[in-house]
């Protein structure tokens, strides 16, 4: 347990020293983010805002997780599909970022070229699983466990492409994307602590203090925003955290609104689609309570709550 303290407290402190140097250097060059036309006016206000902090904790979780693995002889694989899950789409993410800055507009890599790449990443987590003689098997409700490598790593792509969307989704208020990661993976904390798997405990710490720390910059108002790198790591991360605790279908409780946020997308393109009528004022789900007169700071605290509730649930049933 002190392992994962230590974990948790130099990434917090290395986020700490180096967020508010970030800040400087993107403001310089005048680096800031692009506000969607499609979002709501009021968000207009928040152009310019520098962007791309989740480079600084991811980086700050990497290094704080793979030294005190290091320290304590605990390097192994799934250290490292850890690692991948969070360093690679943080990558993606990055990738997309530095577009949008580059070129001064709010679409970086287009669809495709982003599916692709998240796809390769998670068929790179499988393929050091599978060497790492990783047992392919997936509980599926009425039928039990089952066997199948294809199933598996079809799976896999689906939740890791899945979930690190969802997250970039719920990134769209000041720190409602970082406080409920903060929730999630500390519920994953406590799950790898009670199963005593100290690998993902201090990988999950290392996350949570990088969090803690940039939290402090990113509440409103924000000074940074964390990105595509910061949103699409953080999702791929709890993913990837999820199916190697061999609890994949947790995340649907505690990652429950980063599941509300991306079905309110699903059903209202359906619903205009089919109908030519909207269900939401505006999707993702957070929008629509923004339009519905909500501050930002009630959209964060109730949004913070559901997460918290469903995962304080799902431990109550199959902690």
């Known amino acids: 347990m002190l392992n994962s303290i230590i974990a948790l407290v130099i990434s917090l402190v290395l986020t700490g020293l180096i967020l508010p140097w970030f800040i400087m250097v993107m403001r310089l060059h005048h680096e800031g983010q692009e506000i969607r036309d499609e979002g709501p006016k009021w968000h207009k206000k928040k152009s310019g805002t520098p962007t791309m902090g989740g480079v600084v904790f991811i980086l700050a979780a990497i290094i704080s997780a793979l030294g005190v693995a290091i320290w304590q002889g605990q390097v192994n694989k799934s250290l490292l599909i850890l690692l991948i899950g969070l360093f690679g789409y943080g990558l993606i993410g990055f990738l997309d970022d530095g577009i949008k800055l580059y070129f001064k507009r ?5 669809a495709w070229q982003k599916l692709l790449l998240q796809i390769l990443i998670a068929v790179l987590i499988v ?10 098997q997936l509980f599926i409700p009425f039928l039990g466990q089952v066997s199948s490598s294809i199933l598996f ?20 208020l ?20 009670k199963q005593k798997n100290f690998t993902i405990l201090i990988f999950c710490m290392s996350v949570i203090g990088g969090l803690i720390s940039f939290f402090m910059f990113n509440h409103k108002p ?43 997308v699903i059903l ?27 501050s930002e700071w009630k959209v964060d605290i109730v949004f913070w709550l559901v997460g918290l509730v469903g995962s304080i649930g799902y431990l109550l049933i199959w902690g």
């Open 153 to 172: 790593t079809i799976f896999v792509i689906f939740w890791l492409v899945g979930f690190s969307n969802a997250v970039n989704l719920s990134d769209g």
């Open 174 to 193: 000041d720190g409602l994307a970082t406080g409920l990661s903060i929730v999630a993976y500390g519920t994953y904390a406590y799950i790898a602590f």
């Open 127 to 136: 393929g050091i699983a599978a060497s790492d003689k990783f047992k392919f």
């Open 222 to 264: 924000a000074q940074i925003f964390m990105g595509d790198a910061g949103s699409l790591a953080l999702g791929g991360g709890l993913a990837t955290v999820s199916i190697l605790l061999n609890r994949p279908w947790s995340l649907l409780l505690v990652g429950i609104v980063f599941v509300l946020e991306t079905l309110s």
């Open 106 to 110: 709010n679409l970086g890599l287009r």
């Open 268 to 294: 209202q393109v359906i619903s205009f689609q089919t109908t030519g009528k909207r269900i939401f004022k505006m999707t993702p789900i957070h929008h629509h309570f923004e339009m519905l007169g909500w």
